[in-house]
């Protein structure tokens, strides 16, 4: 059927599949009954088409950090699946994840939204995620291709790395996305890969994806991130996002009469569009219905179990799991207690079905008794506290708020995102909006009042102007990037009045900076001062045990901005500090999407790291923290001691955070555990750690050869369950060779199992190593090689955790060849 609608198509038609119709649907062909289809992100639910912030309803699943903690594919298969049902509830047959970007520096924005430092786990969990996704029809799209780890600069800067690092350490989880899972959709990144933008790089979307791999899905761009007409769809762009085009369109159809671009490249392009509409059923089924929020108790029940399964006990001096009927006061204090961080920011939020605070979660669980006593104590957002409660906003044709109202809606929060005009003949590059809404302080006192805007604004306080977002506007660090960093003024405010608060808000002139979102947000707060955290102090000094539960939030776990350092923002630490002064008793539940620093560690019980595990994060917490899960979670990613620890951290502006558009992943395969195994300097926390509630007893290993033959080798370990409970242990498997031509990591995950044992009982794990699992890619050679000689399986708890070790030896040398030729060298 496809090739017959091939020949039957225009060069016209052909090229108007190859880009976007608006921002999350394709391009319809009605003469030959092309259907169009809708795309949605994201990660950790199915948004639609609406809004990043707003919009219909969606099921909200932990963060991908806290998906690869829990070291469990049968459970993101389950996962998967589920993400399936969310976004045939918003009509869509693409979902753009997973994100399978490696942990390279821990200050990434967007950390908390890829899974591992590992290539081997995150591919395991990535196959896993696209197979449940795909299982029910809907498309996968594995993201960012490639070498996307930081977001300082991203849509412009160069990553440079040498193949044998990209071949080992950033490829390894598409790969296995096109080999195992069958991906159906591949999203290229905004950087450029050694000086030639991935969106156009033609070494790597034709030469290694597709002719190497065998990859025959499609790739698209992610939004507004091609740049050209020609070098993309020679170089294996096959759909340009988020439409109307920019780049294709009649530009291509130019390009193929004038004997630029072949007409056979874009026909196989067109090809692959269609294979995917082929794949995702819109040809037997190609109605589009009205976005549902459907809310699944199972979805619900999934979440939860994902939660906690994701948790990692960093310590515990036997606090914990808390005994419910043994405590008459309980302090929870901290900025994360009552308000429910439930995701990161950027394109991975949605609007969830509904959010359960730790606060809510605990006094749930303690059956909503007044044992439970709360404070915030101070704050760790980045960005001014956003005004909740009804926001009301009035559009207007123009830019200087004139004539009737246009359309009138109202929200519930002062964060707005408009990819779409909410009425159809708003111009995006000449309207105006006025926000309005009331504000009540809570005590009288210096406000500080912020506002960010990608557009212009000002903020007006019972008619007076306070914040001018106009005057003097420039890209910051808000919004991608394209809107400007929050403009703070302070204003005293009494308690008892009631404020009117206007924001005007308009759309930027045509031609402004090529600026292509409207968003603002806007809010007011009370500093921290000295006395709510001497309050909560006082609090935490008279319970019989304080939950502190701090971090940060999707203002600074986000896309689009990298974050300063790795220690809790705010006054966090100092609140620590003085409670675990007064409390002995004390337990810090962290949220955050990656490592920091814990100058307070010696100080405190108990550590549990807990993530952005949706919209049941209080529920899952309050499991955890009484007992009623298990801690299920080990470290996906090396907890470091101090930033300086981290392998990307060399004090070279070019390593990190990039020079003159350059940055250079000069520690090479050097990431994460490899990085200290080499080095020696020991972690805060190794990859792979985490503790349980019960205990276990490992058995000596057994391997069904010491030899390595073509079937390759099986170990198996019995791990028997010596508590009094039920638990979850994770057994990892490393591959250390003996010596080798080139310099190799001293030990590389290559198999691992995770298994839930009941009290007494014992399960067994098995593992399996294969004779490319032994291999590294020698660039010269162009061949994945396993050397003959000695190697040792190493199994392990942990990377610093060494429980056993068995000799492997290969006889003769085992080659795999590529096809692909070199990675082209850096160019400027």
């Known amino acids: 059927m496809i090739d017959d609608l091939l020949d039957q198509m225009t060069l016209e038609e052909q090229v108007a599949l190859l880009a976007g119709a608006d921002f999350w649907t394709t391009v319809a062909v009605e003469r030959l009954s092309i259907p169009k289809i809708k795309v ?16 219909v309803k969606s099921a909200c699943f932990p963060a991908a950090i806290g998906i690869g903690a829990s070291w469990n594919p049968e459970l993101v298969r389950e996962m998967g699946v589920a993400l399936a049902e969310e976004a045939k509830t918003k ?22 939204e890829c899974y591992s430092e590992d290539p081997m786990l995150t591919s395991a969990l990535a196959a896993a995620y696209i197979e449940g996704v795909q299982s029910q029809g809907i498309a996968a799209t594995i993201k960012h291709f490639v070498a996307n780890e930081s977001e300082i600069e991203r849509q412009t800067m160069s990553s440079d790395l040498d193949e044998r690092t990209l071949r080992e350490i950033y490829l390894p989880p598409f790969e296995a996305a096109v080999k195992k899972a069958g991906a159906w959709a591949i999203m290229s990144s905004y950087n450029r890969l050694n000086g ?52 294709r369109g009649e530009k291509l159809v130019t390009a193929v009469r004038e004997g630029i671009v072949p007409a056979e490249t874009v026909k196989a392009a067109a090809r692959r569009v269609l294979l995917l509409l082929e794949r995702v059923g819109a040809f037997e089924d190609p109605k589009m219905e009205e976005e549902k929020a459907i809310d699944r108790p199972e979805h619900r029940a999934l979440i939860r179990k994902l939660g906690a399964e994701g948790m990692v006990l960093l310590k515990n001096d036997g606090i914990l799991p808390l005994d419910k009927s043994a405590l008459d006061h309980i302090a929870v204090l901290g900025p994360n207690a009552a308000e429910p961080r439930v995701m990161g920011g950027g394109s991975a939020q949605i609007n969830a079905h509904y959010k359960v605070s730790p606060l809510e979660g605990i006094r749930t669980a303690l059956s909503g008794t007044n044992r439970v006593m ?40 002062s964060q707005f995102f408009w990819l779409d005009m909410p009425d159809a003949s708003l111009d995006p590059r000449n309207f105006s909006a006025r926000i309005t809404t009331r504000f009540r302080p809570e005590e009288t006192g210096n406000h500080i009042f912020g506002l960010t805007n990608a557009g212009f604004a000002k903020l007006y306080v019972d008619g007076e102007l306070v914040v001018d977002g106009e005057t003097g506007w420039a890209k910051g660090d808000n919004f991608f990037g394209l809107g400007n960093s929050e403009v703070r003024v302070e204003k005293v405010l009494d308690f008892g009045d009631t404020y009117e608060i206007r924001v005007d808000y308009r759309a930027m002139p045509e031609g402004h900076e090529g600026i292509e979102i ?5 809010g007011v707060e009370l500093p921290t001062s000295d006395a709510a955290i001497a309050e909560a102090v006082e609090q935490a000094k008279a319970c019989d045990v304080a939950i502190l539960v701090v971090g940060r939030e999707g203002e600074w776990d986000t896309e689009g901005l990298d974050l300063p350092n790795m220690r809790l923002p705010g006054r966090q630490e100092e609140l620590i500090e003085k409670v675990a002064a007064v409390n002995p008793r004390t337990v810090v539940v962290l949220q955050t999407g990656g490592p920091v620093e814990m100058p307070w560690l010696d100080k405190v019980s108990a ?20 007992g009623d899960a298990e801690p299920g979670g080990r470290l996906p990613q090396t907890f470091p001691q101090r930033l300086s620890d981290n392998s990307a951290m060399t004090g070279d502006p070019r390593t990190y955070p990039g020079e003159n558009g350059h940055v250079a992943y000069t520690e090479g ?3 994460g555990y490899r990085h200290h195994d080499a080095d020696g300097e020991k972690p805060l926390f190794p990859f792979g750690y985490g503790l349980s509630y019960t205990t276990f007893a490992w058995s000596v290993p057994r391997a069904s050869s010491v ?10 370990i019995e791990v028997t369950n010596t508590g009094d409970r039920a638990g979850a242990e994770l057994v990892q498997l490393y591959v250390k060779p003996k010596a080798s031509r080139l310099l190799r990591p001293v030990k590389e995950l290559k198999a691992f199992a995770k298994l839930h044992v009941p009290a007494g009982e014992t399960a067994t794990a098995r593992l399996s190593v294969a004779v490319r699992d032994l291999a590294y890619f020698d660039p010269q050679a162009r061949a994945w090689i396993a050397e003959a000689g000695e190697y040792e399986i190493v199994i392990a708890a942990n990377a610093e955790d060494i429980r056993a070790t068995l000799p492997l030896t290969l006889a003769s040398e085992w080659r795999e060849g590529v096809s692909a030729p070199p990675l082209p060298a850096v160019v400027d």
């Open 707 to 716: 030899d390595m033959g073509a079937d390759g080798v099986a170990i198996e």
């Open 40 to 55: 949605t992100d994201g990660p950790n639910g199915a948004r639609g088409g609406g809004s990043l912030v707003g919009g």
């Open 374 to 413: 709360h404070l915030k104590a101070c704050r760790n957002n980045r960005l001014t506290q956003m005004i909740r409660g009804e926001v009301s906003v009035d559009f207007y044709h123009g830019r200087d708020w004139s004539g009737p109202v246009v359309q009138r809606s109202t929200a519930e929060e």
């Open 669 to 671: 395969l050097a990431v």
């Open 518 to 522: 409207r968003a603002l947000r806007f």
């Open 196 to 247: 030639v933008w991935t969106s156009e790089n033609h070494w790597l979307l034709t030469e290694l994806l597709r002719e190497e791999w065998g990859y025959d899905g499609i790739v698209m761009s992610d939004w507004f991130g091609s740049h050209t007409t020609e070098a993309s769809v020679i170089g294996g762009l096959d759909l340009e996002m988020p439409g109307p085009t920019r780049d």
């Open 607 to 626: 550590v549990i790291q807990a993530w952005y595990p949706g919209q049941e994060a209080g529920n899952a917490i309050a499991d955890v923290i009484f």
């Open 91 to 112: 009509s869509a047959r693409v979902l753009l994840a997973p994100t399978v970007n490696i942990h390279r520096s821990g200050l990434n924005g967007r950390n908390f």
